[in-house]
């Protein structure tokens, strides 16, 4: 089936895809292996850097110097992690959506200026709407939430029900968010394929399926999370402990030891991992919905 055909009657399943999604990450371990290993040591060697490049001292002039350089390096990872996630991300997309024959690794060719550009295109789209969020969230806050708290307290009543409002109103503007950029979820794997689509048929396309889709998404992302709490907690505890204890220097900046180097090696293999799941899911969503972005009718206007 084309991706102009796309049988509408078809229903994401939730835990499957999930499933079929780590299934297909295991079955192409070894290129991901192969693709993946720069950007591994690109995130810890920006780990670890960062780390030593914390201000060390409380003399502010030493401290000021530590903080401009470390800025600077910051900025220096930064820049080369941008660079390096496009085709990272658009090989990926490949690797999972046609095998592993295609085109894999960092260089910058049509595909990654297309994939580029399909970005920029989803990003205003995405603008648009976290301006209307502000919106929402300033007139909430400034009117329905203060009008809360006020009558609150003139009544004496428990202050819970104006944080549970605002907390309603973040959660569903993050809801939202999340559910345009699901919406939109086939322009920019289409992009890595050399593929342009619009965004209205992306939509179009998972019409019916967005939530699924978001469902599954939460069951993929959830294991990461879960690991990364689990991996972060002992840093963390040692982070509390210097701080009750009242030593400021060490809370500023964690000596560099072999254990956080280790818990920095882990955050940087579930990060990297956790990159490469959108684009394993993409290729299950678009088996499950007959979607396929190699045919001729894949480039509606």
Known sequence: ???????????????????????????????????GWPMVAIFLAMGVFGALLRPHSLDSDRAATQ?????LVSLVFLLVVLIVTVPFKTSTYRLFLRGPDQRLGYRYRHEEWLYVGAGLRVAGKMILWTLLW???IAITEF????????????????????????GVIMLSGLLAYAY??????????????DR?????????????NVLRLLAAGVLVFLPFLLVSLIVQLPMLL????????GNPVAAMAPPLSAVTIIVQA?????????????????????????????????QPT
Not at 1 to 20: F, S
Not at 67 to 71: H, K, N, P, R, S
Not at 197 to 208: P, V
Request: glycine share 6%; charged share 15%.
């Open 266 to 298: 882990v955050s940087t293999l579930v990060s990297t991992a956790a990159m490469v799941m959108p684009s394993a899911m993409v290729a299950i969503v678009c088996r499950a919905l007959g979607i396929d972005f190699d045919q001729p009718n894949s």
């Open 143 to 166: 009117g329905v939430a203060r009008g809360m708290a006020a009558f609150v307290t003139l009544f004496d009543l428990p202050q819970w029900p104006v944080v549970a409002f605002q």
């Open 67 to 71: 903080t401009m350089l470390g800025m």
């Open 1 to 35: 089936m084309g991706l102009g055909a796309k049988d509408v009657a078809a229903k994401l399943p939730i835990v499957r895809t999930a499933v079929e999604t780590y299934g297909l990450v295991w079955h192409r371990r070894a290129a991901l292996i192969r693709l």
């Open 196 to 208: 342009r689509i619009a965004l209205a048929r992306s939509a179009d396309l998972l019409r019916g």
């Open 238 to 245: 040692a982070l509390y402990s210097t701080i009750r204890a």
């Open 134 to 136: 502000l919106v929402i």
């Open 180 to 193: 345009l950029g699901t919406r939109y979820s086939l322009v920019m794997p289409a992009a890595a394929l």
